[in-house]
């Protein structure tokens, strides 16, 4: 834990400066100024001029606040300190098995001891799991991700064929900003820092970025096509045509990152057109459908959910207006306000006979049949409410401060209540993991069908997973909720419940020759596993948990936004 704060330079926002190793100039000279005004209209007024930085601390600076940064991490309570370290030690395990047995594949099967390329073949798993070992300070998996990084991965991307604009921004593109802000950026390599030098991090993302951004340049509307082939810099259309509404509108906080980063605005204009367009387009009480067509820039079909395929449209309206405070995109902000509104009266239910708070979908529109089903996925919405309620405040200082509406506390509200829901879709099945999608009776509408299997359940009525339904793959929603409501409501039982989730991971899904498993039924005990750990177990749902069990010190809410990949970003600030 203490030799990664000294990865983070995490209370010091003097890390985050354009580089000038040769990328690019943006030191406020004319060179930097025309970059920074390229573009066309609407985004002219963006990036006029460069931003204001605070003064830049020295290696022995960094130390320093560092150190201190530890020693309020001694002061957390012992039983805290040590569940902590037993996540770190998860982690380790995790990553020794892809390492053993995967090393430069995208995942590893731990059950069949081999690696799997489903996401391009870039070592996707590397880079999502670099942040999370500078913030544990797994110093030894640092050290080697970043130097497969620095020796491989160029020819990687040179030399691979189709990826997912999303996944590879999300996860790759998203992990090395990520891995560039917390080594020390364009300060170099700090002592004590494993690994190569940041620069590495940052100039494989600037050449990732540039092939990706085929994909808006080559559509004829504002909203790019799905995939793209890394090699000869093209792009194309998903099989059917359409692109998934959440995908599209989720790559706009790394895209915005890098132009900052390099000065760059080409980046951020792409990027922020598709959110522009979506503006324009018609919309259900704020809700979209979760498809939309690169050929025509309209939405088809009117299926409207806030699990796969929307989900995280709706969270990165409120991340990307947070990441952008004091520039003209307050829009967005607009949009999500309008947008929550709608969940509220068109999608959030409860359960009967106990009343648990869910959101369904609307398969065919809102004039269409209501949907009881939960996709896990949903689980993202509590932490992501309560994010919009505070703006990553605590709650205690919001309200002192006053910056509470009442529409904020009736979110706030909302999450907390969503986010019993999510741990009870744990707590009900009999390994005390959740299935990758929950359905509720509700009044006049009852699902019938099986439960999860824990009979001393009081939601065992409340809650039915149908037998397609009963997989787990790791994946993190759940915790990642409790983590923002943790810092943002100090309530400790987010923490226990966290806890708990970890133990089930721990029992049911650690493979003893290294790496942990997805799960085929998580209603049987014992359950029959999957044969595959998803990169975003490393990426996310341990970090999530750390962070949890961790001081609120590390990585701010009002400092940080975490992509959808859980790579934390730096909030910018710009003179208006």
Same mark, same amino acid.
């Given at each position: 834990?203490?030799?990664?704060?000294?990865?983070?330079?995490?209370?010091?926002?003097?890390?985050?400066?354009?580089?000038?190793?040769?990328?690019?100039?943006?030191?406020?000279?004319?060179?930097?100024?025309?970059?920074?005004?390229?573009?066309?209209?609407?985004?002219?007024?963006?990036?006029?001029?460069?931003?204001?930085?605070?003064?830049?601390?020295?290696?022995?600076?960094?130390?320093?606040?560092?150190?201190?940064?530890?020693?309020?991490?001694?002061? %957390?309570?012992?039983?805290?300190?040590?569940?902590?370290?037993?996540?770190?030690?998860?982690?380790?395990?995790?990553? /020794?098995?892809?390492?053993?047995?995967?090393?430069?594949?995208?995942?590893?099967?731990?059950?069949?001891?081999?690696?799997?390329?489903?996401?391009?073949? @870039?070592?996707?798993?590397?880079?999502?799991?670099?942040?999370?070992?500078?913030?544990?300070?797994?110093?030894?998996?640092?050290?080697?991700?970043?130097?497969?990084?620095?020796?491989?991965?160029?020819?990687?991307?040179?030399?691979?064929?189709?990826?997912?604009?999303?996944?590879?921004?999300?996860?790759?593109?998203?992990?090395?900003?990520?891995?560039?802000?917390?080594?020390?950026?364009?300060?170099?390599?700090?002592?004590?820092?494993?690994?190569?030098?940041?620069?590495?991090?940052?100039?494989?993302?600037?050449?990732?970025?540039?092939?990706?951004?085929?994909?808006?340049?080559?559509?004829?509307?504002?909203?790019?096509?799905?995939?793209?082939?890394?090699?000869?810099?093209?792009?194309?259309?998903?099989?059917?045509?359409?692109?998934?509404?959440?995908?599209?509108?989720?790559?706009?906080?790394?895209?915005?990152?890098? /132009?900052?980063?390099?000065?760059?605005?080409?980046?951020?204009?792409?990027?922020?057109?598709?959110?522009?367009?979506?503006?324009?387009?018609?919309?259900?009480?704020?809700?979209?459908?979760?498809?939309?067509?690169?050929?025509?820039?309209?939405?088809?079909?009117?299926?409207?959910?806030?699990?796969?395929?929307?989900?995280?449209?709706? %969270?990165? @309206?409120?991340?990307?207006?947070?990441?952008?405070?004091?520039?003209?995109?307050?829009?967005?902000?607009?949009?999500?306000?309008?947008?929550?509104?709608?969940?509220?009266?068109?999608?959030?239910?409860? /359960?009967?006979?106990?009343?648990?708070?869910?959101?369904?979908?609307?398969?065919?529109?809102?004039?269409?049949?209501? /949907?009881?089903?939960?996709?896990?996925?949903?689980?993202?919405?509590?932490?992501?409410?309560?994010?919009?309620?505070?703006?990553? @405040?605590?709650?205690?200082?919001?309200?002192?401060?006053?910056? @509470?509406?009442?529409?904020?506390?009736?979110?706030?509200?909302?999450?907390?209540?969503?986010?019993?829901?999510?741990?009870?879709?744990?707590?009900?099945?009999?390994?005390?993991?959740?299935?990758?999608?929950?359905?509720?009776?509700?009044?006049?509408?009852?699902?019938?069908?099986?439960?999860?299997?824990?009979?001393?359940?009081?939601?065992?009525?409340?809650?039915?997973?149908?037998?397609?339904?009963?997989?787990?793959?790791?994946?993190?929603?759940?915790?990642?909720?409790?983590?923002?409501?943790?810092?943002?409501?100090?309530?400790?039982?987010?923490?226990?419940?966290?806890?708990?989730?970890?133990?089930?991971?721990?029992?049911?899904?650690?493979?003893?020759?290294?790496?942990?498993?997805?799960?085929?039924?998580?209603?049987?005990?014992?359950?029959?596993?999957?044969?595959?750990?998803?990169?975003?177990?490393?990426?996310?749902?341990?970090?999530?948990?750390?962070?949890?069990?961790?001081?609120?010190?590390?990585?701010?809410?009002?400092?940080?936004?975490?992509?959808?990949?859980?790579?934390?970003?730096?909030?910018?600030?710009?003179?208006?």
């Amino acid at each position: 834990m203490l030799g990664g704060l000294a990865y983070l330079v995490l209370t010091n926002k003097s890390v985050v400066h354009p580089v000038s190793d040769g990328i690019t100039k943006n030191d406020g000279s004319k060179e930097g100024e025309n970059l920074m005004t390229h573009g066309s209209g609407k985004f002219r007024r963006f990036w006029r001029k460069p931003p204001r930085l605070p003064p830049r601390l020295s290696p022995d600076e960094i130390i320093s606040r560092n150190r201190s940064i530890q020693e309020s991490m001694k002061r %957390e309570e012992p039983e805290w300190v040590a569940r902590q370290q037993k996540v770190k030690d998860a982690f380790i395990h995790a990553w /020794s098995g892809y390492k053993a047995h995967a090393m430069g594949y995208d995942e590893l099967m731990p059950l069949s001891h081999r690696g799997v390329n489903g996401l391009g073949g @870039l070592g996707a798993t590397i880079i999502d799991a670099l942040d999370t070992a500078m913030i544990m300070g797994a110093d030894e998996v640092v050290h080697e991700a970043g130097s497969w990084i620095e020796k491989h991965l160029p020819e990687r991307i040179e030399g691979k064929g189709q990826v997912n604009l999303f996944e590879t921004t999300i996860r790759l593109l998203g992990g090395l900003l990520s891995a560039y802000h917390l080594s020390g950026g364009s300060q170099g390599r700090i002592p004590e820092q494993k690994g190569p030098n940041p620069s590495i991090y940052l100039e494989n993302a600037k050449n990732l970025a540039d092939r990706l951004l085929t994909a808006f340049t080559a559509s004829p509307s504002d909203i790019p096509y799905s995939d793209v082939v890394l090699r000869d810099k093209s792009a194309h259309p998903a099989p059917d045509g359409l692109s998934s509404t959440a995908e599209v509108a989720t790559v706009q906080l790394e895209f915005n990152y890098l /132009s900052y980063l390099t000065g760059d605005p080409k980046y951020s204009i792409e990027a922020m057109k598709v959110l522009q367009h979506i503006k324009t387009l018609p919309k259900v009480e704020g809700l979209v459908p979760i498809y939309i067509s690169p050929q025509s820039g309209q939405f088809s079909g009117d299926n409207i959910r806030l699990g796969s395929r929307g989900d995280s449209y709706y %969270e990165y @309206l409120i991340k990307v207006w947070l990441q952008q405070k004091g520039t003209n995109f307050s829009y967005l902000y607009d949009m999500y306000v309008e947008a929550i509104k709608g969940v509220r009266h068109l999608l959030v239910r409860k /359960s009967v006979p106990n009343g648990l708070v869910f959101v369904g979908e609307l398969p065919y529109g809102k004039e269409g049949g209501f /949907s009881p089903k939960m996709d896990h996925l949903v689980c993202f919405l509590p932490g992501t409410l309560a994010l919009g309620a505070t703006k990553g @405040l605590t709650k205690e200082r919001a309200m002192r401060e006053n910056l @509470l509406t009442f529409e904020d506390m009736e979110n706030l509200k909302l999450a907390e209540d969503l986010a019993k829901t999510c741990v009870e879709i744990y707590s009900v099945t009999s390994t005390g993991l959740a299935p990758e999608i929950a359905y509720f009776n509700i009044e006049g509408n009852s699902e019938g069908g099986p439960g999860g299997g824990n009979k001393s359940s009081k939601y065992l009525n409340d809650i039915i997973i149908k037998p397609a339904d009963r997989h787990n793959l790791l994946r993190p929603e759940t915790v990642e909720s409790l983590f923002y409501l943790y810092r943002i409501t100090g309530d400790s039982k987010y923490r226990e419940w966290g806890w708990q989730i970890f133990e089930a991971f721990e029992k049911y899904t650690k493979i003893d020759s290294g790496g942990y498993t997805s799960l085929d039924d998580v209603t049987v005990i014992p359950p029959q596993r999957r044969d595959k750990m998803e990169t975003f177990f490393l990426g996310e749902t341990l970090k999530y948990i750390y962070l949890l069990f961790g001081n609120s010190t590390t990585i701010p809410l009002d400092e940080y936004v975490f992509n959808t990949e859980a790579h934390p970003i730096p909030i910018i600030s710009r003179s208006v």
